[in-house]
């Protein structure tokens, strides 16, 4: 299942900076547009890897996964 997120990005002092709008906490400063959007990515993706982790580990043994579909 593939999702799509928004990333805001703006040029400040010559730094691109940007967050997803999705998810707290995701946010980088590149020099290029270019770089910005990439580090975005891998930052997402490691930040829904971590929270999966967190989120499985505390929920121990005999549960049940659901997806939802917004």
């Not at 997803?20 to 997402?44: D, F, H, K, S, Y």
Request: charged share 25%; hydrophobic share 45%.
């Amino acid at each position: 299942m593939s999702q799509i997120y928004t990333a805001v990005t703006k040029q400040v002092d010559g730094w691109w900076v940007g967050w997803i709008e999705e998810i707290p906490g995701v946010n980088c400063q590149e020099p290029t547009r270019e770089m910005l959007l990439e580090t975005l990515a891998i930052t997402l993706r490691e930040a829904i890897a971590f929270n999966r982790q967190e989120a499985l580990a505390m929920v121990g043994s005999d549960y049940h996964e659901e997806r939802i579909a917004l």
